[in-house]
């Protein structure tokens, strides 16, 4: 039996969420963009467990993050647009559709604000230990 087809709408909360990942996005790209001409020609690409880095390619890399969470982020908002594919552990039913639907949604919109702000994370201390202004 196919799950039903309903359209979640999305409260201020979950607006907030969307917002706030898009925020961050763009928040990236500046950095990248701001910091860019600063920056040495070799920067660090890689880093091992205690932070240091370990390997060193060239300056261009520093937009590959950017490029991947932009894309992971409209991916996963796509993905969002079609809550009764998703696998559930329980048998969606016309009653318990929408509970089930803003639930797995929800979670979906948290697991790319937290990959965004990773992300983030990771392009900022690339562009400090590179030497930039981050």
Same mark, same amino acid.
């Given at each position: ?74 991916? +996963?908002?796509?993905?969002?647009? %079609?809550?009764? =594919?998703?696998?559930? #552990?329980?048998?969606?039913?016309? *009653? !318990? /559709? ?14 790319? +604000?937290?990959?965004?702000?990773? %992300?983030?994370? =990771?392009?900022?201390? #690339?562009?400090?230990?590179?030497? *930039? !202004? /981050?």
């Amino acid at each position: 039996m196919a799950n039903p087809k309903i359209k979640i709408l999305l409260t201020p909360f979950d607006k907030a969420i969307e917002s706030l990942c898009w925020l961050l996005i763009i928040s990236i790209w500046i950095l990248v963009f701001v910091n860019y001409p600063k920056l040495p020609d070799i920067i660090p690409i890689h880093f091992d467990l205690s932070g240091n880095a370990d390997g060193f390619g060239a300056k261009e890399n520093l937009f590959a993050l950017p490029i991947v969470i932009t894309i992971l982020a409209i991916g +996963l908002s796509f993905l969002n647009k %079609f809550p009764h =594919i998703f696998n559930y #552990m329980a048998a969606i039913t016309p *009653g !318990n /559709a929408i509970r089930q639907y803003t639930l797995a949604t929800r979670f979906i919109r948290f697991l790319k +604000l937290g990959t965004v702000i990773i %992300f983030g994370m =990771i392009v900022f201390g #690339m562009i400090r230990s590179a030497g *930039g !202004n /981050a």
